[in-house]
């Protein structure tokens, strides 16, 4: 079959790695992809929120299967406007409609779902402009630090966690009045602290059966120690010791199925990727957020400890045979580390030549070793930044330790004016 991957980042280089591996796949394409995707499939110059242009290339190059890899053009509609479609209807698309994909598009949604589904997660509270001394009394009614997150997508940087009530309330009047993430904060979800570790779980289900996939630990601070601004995440390891077979199971039982069958219960058609945001807190899993595709920077270390080939997985989606589909996994450790341009997640320029990008990677295209690509682009042979994100170095290892020398000695290798990346990845797991 022939394959569309939408998307830029690591993420959708990491799973079109994988789908260029499957015995089924003729000819994969990636839209509107970076330098790493153009060396393992067709990047066409079309933005994933033109569905127009989306359209144009699935016909003209008949695509089967379309992966969408970021949320926004799933929250959207993408999947919603390929149903609609007379000429697409045919496609699979895999990546759930509007009104799955509001699981993300709107925290107050998703904590609203959560609730009425008996879901652990923290308490809360949802607040517009007009009820700004209102929240001001919510918050007066917590203990530090505080949580404020915008309702919509606000790529990433919509939760604020602040150690002061005088922070948090003139960070709120910047959200709701002030307008700080834009409409995404015209409403803003202010909930309880809950004091744990954070991993993320990821589901892949077709509305009534589900697959979970390895867990994953991500990195979002830029400082080491975690400290200072929040980012699209700096690194990931997986899988995550804490996430035992008795936590899991709690998982599964206490927020997986109820997930599942909410989503039922509500008639919300639901294809495509779940990722759950946890915190264990004293060794009981709670709902943090949902997201309604794989994360980034976790499916870099996900992906490549999936041994079973993922366009199989893919098509069982749509076959109904999901819950018979073959999930073998490695046992090694998984794990990588971002490199990021100088001033990420603040301002920072692009366009700086990336050296060593040919002595990091294997010469015997070992699976030990991967370099995905995030922000970067072609100029010519050269390979270029073109984001914040710029490279993902994964590496398998027996243990995290070995893991974490592979992933570092790959990254030691590669250069580009500004280079910056955290030296403690797992180091709290370890």
Do not use: W
């Not at 989306?54 to 992966?67: C, M, P």
């Not at 799933?74 to 609609?84: K, P, T, W, Y």
């Not at 509305?207 to 979002?220: Q, S, T």
């Not at 995440?233 to 069958?261: C, H, L, Q, W, Y």
Request: charged share 25%; glycine share 10%.
């Amino acid at each position: 079959m022939n394959v569309l991957v939408l998307g830029s980042g690591g993420r959708e280089h990491t799973i079109a790695h994988k789908i260029a591996q499957s015995s089924l796949l003729d000819q994969l394409y990636v839209a509107p992809g970076n330098a790493g995707t153009a060396q393992i499939a067709t990047n066409l110059n079309i933005k994933e929120t033109d569905f127009q242009a989306v359209k144009k290339a699935v016909l003209d190059h008949n695509i089967s299967l379309v992966v969408v890899g970021p949320e926004a053009p799933l929250v959207a509609g993408i999947s919603d406007f390929f149903a609609a479609d007379k000429d697409l209807s045919h496609v699979n698309i895999l990546g759930p409609k509007k009104a799955g994909a509001i699981l993300e598009g709107s925290k107050d949604f998703s904590k609203a779902f959560m609730k009425r589904h008996n879901i652990p997660t923290a308490a809360y509270q949802t607040f517009g402009e007009s009820e700004l001394l209102a929240a001001y009394k919510f918050l007066d009614q917590l203990k530090a630090p505080y949580v404020l997150k915008a309702d919509g997508l606000a790529a990433g940087k919509g939760v604020l966690i602040l150690d002061s009530k005088e922070e948090a309330k003139a960070a709120l009047k910047e959200m709701l009045e002030d307008k700080k993430f834009g409409e995404a904060s015209a409403k803003v979800v202010i909930e309880e602290f809950l004091s744990g570790i954070e991993l993320s779980v990821f589901v892949l289900t077709d509305g009534k059966n589900y697959r979970i996939l390895p867990e994953a630990k991500d990195y979002k601070r830029i400082g080491e120690g975690d400290t200072g601004l929040n980012t699209g995440g700096m690194g990931a390891v997986s899988p995550v010791k804490f996430a035992d077979r008795v936590f899991m199971e709690k998982v599964e039982n206490n927020i997986v199925i109820p997930t599942i069958k909410g989503l039922q219960k509500e008639d919300i058609e639901y294809c495509g990727f779940i990722f759950i945001g946890l915190m264990n807190v004293n060794g009981d899993p709670y709902v943090i957020e949902y997201n309604c595709r794989m994360g980034d920077p976790e499916t870099e270390v996900v992906i490549p400890r999936i041994q079973s080939d993922l366009l199989v997985m893919f098509d069982s989606v749509f076959d109904g045979t999901l819950s018979e589909a073959d999930l073998a996994v490695d046992p090694r450790t998984a794990t990588t580390v971002i490199a990021v341009s100088g001033g990420y997640p603040e301002a920072y320029e692009k366009g700086k030549k990336i050296v060593g990008l040919e002595e990091a990677s294997n010469k015997d295209k070992s699976e030990e070793l991967l370099v995905f690509h995030a922000g970067t682009k072609l100029d010519g042979e050269d390979v270029l930044t073109n984001g914040g994100r710029v490279l993902a170095f994964t590496s398998l290892g027996a243990d995290m330790e070995k893991a974490l020398q592979g992933s570092y000695k790959a990254l030691n290798k590669v250069c580009f004016d500004g280079i910056y990346y955290r030296k403690d990845i797992g180091q709290d797991l370890i």
